[in-house]
T-cell receptor, first 110, second 114 residues
Framework: GQSLEQPSEVTAVEGAIVQINCTYQ??????LSWYQQHDGGAPTFLSY????GLEETGRFSSFLSRSDSYGYLLLQELQMKDSASYFC???????????FGTGTKLQVIP | EAQVTQNPRYLITVTGKKLTVTCSQN?????MSWYRQDPGLGLRQIYY???????DKGDVPEGYKVSRKEKRNFPLILESPSPNQTSLYFC?????????????FGPGTRLLVL
């Protein structure tokens, strides 16, 4: 089956840069996605990597190395509103099942 | 406005009383999913659908049914709900274009089974 590992909690200072790592084990890999979820809200799509390399979207970047089964989300110029949970998710298999990690709770402090 | 809608948003029911949670998207997406979210467990996929009349089990399908008769709708059916199905449920739809996928989530349905 599929499994993903990401840190459970990360604390970072406002204005700084933080990296959230995700390692996965899966067969038939299609791509790695990242989502943000504020308490009480729905997950919001941030980024997707179907191919190796870096994808940049504003303050957020995501990286994928398929050979290492590893990816990360990079958040730059942290703002207080970035305090949320961040999930990585892998799409895999012939019918493209999706498996989420258990999430990383990011706390941004002044 | 592009969106995924779910109804109801909140539901309290009793064990064994059949219920349906509706999900609809207006983006003409082929791929749709249902997830449940429980504390400490993240989101777990219940069922997904690649297109009309094509559905498959996710990681936690027991006790659930789905159907995909139209592209825009993907209802989740609990034939005989039990307390362990108390959870927060999300429906989602996604598109893939040029190796880029974007998944959109509905607002969620909080279900309590007594």
């Amino acid at each position: 089956g599929q499994s993903l590992e990401q840190p459970s909690e990360v604390t970072a200072v406002e204005g700084a840069i933080v990296q959230i790592n995700c390692t996965y084990q899966t067969s038939g890999f299609y791509g790695l996605s990242w989502y943000q979820q504020h308490d009480g809200g729905a997950p919001t799509f941030l980024s997707y990597n179907g191919l190796d390399g870096l994808e940049e979207t504003g303050r957020f970047s995501s990286f994928l190395s398929r050979s290492d089964s590893y990816g990360y989300l990079l958040l730059q110029e942290l703002q207080m509103k970035d305090s949320a949970s961040y999930f990585c998710a892998v799409k895999s298999g012939g019918y493209q099942k999706v498996t989420f990690g258990t999430g990383t709770k990011l706390q941004v402090i002044p | 406005e592009a969106q995924v809608t779910q109804n109801p948003r909140y539901l309290i029911t009793v064990t064994g009383k059949k219920l349906t949670v509706t999900c609809s998207q207006n983006m003409n997406h082929e791929y749709m999913s249902w997830y449940r979210q429980d504390p400490g467990l993240g989101l777990r996929q219940i069922y997904y659908s690649m297109n009309v009349e094509v559905t498959d089990k996710g990681d936690v399908p027991e006790g659930y049914k789905v159907s995909r008769k139209e592209k825009r709708n993907f209802p989740l059916i609990l034939e005989s709900p039990s307390p362990n199905q108390t959870s927060l449920y999300f429906c989602a739809s996604s598109r893939t274009e040029n190796f880029q996928e974007t998944q959109y989530f509905g607002p969620g349905t909080r279900l309590l089974v007594l």
